[in-house]
């Protein structure tokens, strides 16, 4: 058995789980690769296939070195099948089976339950792919081309993941889900991606940046919860994967900082003391912040809609089943039941939203939420740092949770257009989008970051364009 530290890395897919004496999965695996790479050059960034990038490599499970970096051509990236490290004696931390031995095999009863599970959340690694396939044309530095391919690429391995669980632990049936999760197309009409926010588009550089801090933050979020599952092989793809979403984060929370950073010393420069005078900050080349705020309040509300509905009996099943925790699960001081408790929710009473408590278990997408604004609220603070010390009064900040919402309770209670990124401010966006691909060089709207990737200096070539 290996014990989840060695890498192989001989066959076709690097993993830690042993596929050289697991010749069913192996084959099952390699069956599925070809399908993968051909959709990885369908779908996956437009251009690019044969430049190098500079990525990370996941090489190790070990926290302190878990990654190489190198040149790459994407679709020769390494993407590899690789668990945390078994935790012995790990037991169920919550739900009906509390106490129990966690599984290494999928209970019969909940079969169906947790494939649903592992299905929507590899449903969303390739369709962010899919949202992104444009962006690469327009990067603001070769710098933030090598971010978007470096989450791009992560992203692919993150279905990788949820792939070899579909493989191993769901005969024929996972197998068939495997196969559709490269057939679904984000935004397609009649084969779109599951969940709402994966088939809107990401059109331009700040909404990619938004969808890595606001999005993302889901992810980390529903994999947190995952990643306390009574089924072991689940908890640990989870953990390592969390490992790698860190980075997706900070490229959108530092894409986003730099570009605020940016405006606002164009801004001071220009002697300009009132950042909602758009005409003449625009006229700078750099965006203002009113339109950043409608952008964000856009990606959050979307995100949003990704924690389902308030009150949810399947959320309180997984909850009950020890599939799928609370965020930090194993850190909560409570009995873990949630049987007689109840926590409070947003409802909608007489056209009010009103704070009701609910039984906690039902509530549980909304626990998860709650926590989730709470991640997000940090990063607002740091974007706001620049604009503070500047001497500016404006701040950017988080909408009401019932504004442009799509799903549960507060489907279209507040949806006020000129909250919303107008198609004014898309055009000026796009007016910006021009690749600066020359190494150090930096587009007007975005300030340089603070240190390169790996250590490299401010001139280092992220991406060799032409090979
Ligand atoms: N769009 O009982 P409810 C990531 C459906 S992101 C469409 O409230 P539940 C990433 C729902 O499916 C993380 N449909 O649902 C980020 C259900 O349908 P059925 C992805 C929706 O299960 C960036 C019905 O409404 N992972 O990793 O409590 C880049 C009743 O709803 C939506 C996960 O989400 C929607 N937004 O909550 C790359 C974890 N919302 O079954 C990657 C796995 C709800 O009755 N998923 N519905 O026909 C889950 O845990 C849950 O399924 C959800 C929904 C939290 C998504
Ligand atoms: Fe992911
Ligand atoms: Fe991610």
């Known amino acids: 058995m290996p014990d989840g530290m060695d890498v192989d890395y001989d066959g076709l897919i690097p993993n830690n789980v042993g596929l050289a004496q697991d010749a069913r999965v192996r084959k099952a695996l390699e069956t599925w690769h070809p399908g993968y790479i051909d959709w990885w050059r369908d779908m996956g960034p437009e251009g690019f296939q044969e430049s190098l990038v500079y990525l990370r490599t996941a090489i190790s499970v070990d926290p302190k070195g878990w990654a190489k970096f190198g040149y790459v051509r994407m679709p020769e990236y390494k993407w590899g099948v690789l668990l945390a490290p078994v935790v012995e004696g ?29 299905v929507i959340q590899g449903d969303t690694e390739p369709a962010s792919v899919e949202q992104q396939r444009h962006l690469g044309a327009t990067a603001p530095s070769l710098y933030d081309m090598r971010n978007l391919f470096q989450v791009n690429v992560e992203e692919g391995r993150h279905l990788w993941a949820m792939v070899y669980l579909l493989q191993k632990y769901f005969g024929t049936q996972g197998r068939e889900e495997a196969e559709d999760l490269l057939r679904r197309r984000s935004g397609d009409a009649d084969s779109p991606r599951m969940l709402g926010a994966f088939n809107e588009a990401t059109p ?57 950073e940016r405006t606002v010393e164009a801004m001071k420069e220009a002697g300009i003391d009132d950042p909602t005078d758009v005409e003449r900050v625009r006229a700078l080349g750099v965006i203002d912040l009113p339109t950043i705020q ?8 979307l995100t949003l809609d990704l924690f389902g509905n308030e009150i949810s ?12 925790g609370r965020y930090r699960e194993d850190k909560l001081e409570d009995d873990h039941q949630l049987t007689s408790s109840t926590y409070p929710v947003l409802r909608l009473r007489d056209g009010q939203p009103v704070s009701e408590d609910v039984p906690a278990l039902s509530a549980l997408n909304m626990r998860l ?27 950017l900040q988080l909408p009401p949770v019932t504004f442009n919402r799509k799903i549960g309770e507060f489907a279209g209670f507040d949806s006020d257009p000129a909250r919303l990124p107008t198609g004014d401010d898309h055009e000026f966006i796009d007016s910006l989008m021009r690749p600066v691909m020359e190494a150090g060089k930096y587009a007007s709207w975005i300030a340089a970051p603070k240190v390169g990737v790996d250590g ?11 090979g």
């Open 90 to 118: 790990r037991r169920i931390g919550f739900g009906a089976h509390k106490g129990e031995p966690a599984w290494q095999e999928v209970p019969g009863e909940y079969r169906a339950m947790l494939r649903r599970l592992l």
């Open 204 to 260: 331009d550089w700040l909404s990619f940046f938004m969808f890595t801090f606001f999005t993302d933050r889901d992810g980390k979020m529903q994999l947190e919860a995952l990643a306390q599952s009574g089924f072991d092989p689940l908890s640990r793809t989870c953990r390592f994967m969390l490992t790698e979403e860190a980075h997706h984060m900070f490229v959108g929370e530092t894409g986003v900082g730099r570009i605020v």
């Open 294 to 301: 409608r952008k964000l309040n856009l990606h959050f509300s």
């Open 313 to 324: 009996t399947n959320a309180a099943n997984a909850f009950n089943a020890g599939l799928k």
């Open 369 to 395: 939420r709650d926590d989730y604004v709470t991640d997000c609220q940090g990063g607002i603070g740091r974007w706001n740092k620049p604009i503070e010390k500047a001497g500016y009064t404006f701040r």
């Open 456 to 466: 490299k200096p401010g001139e280092f070539e992220y991406v060799r364009i032409h």
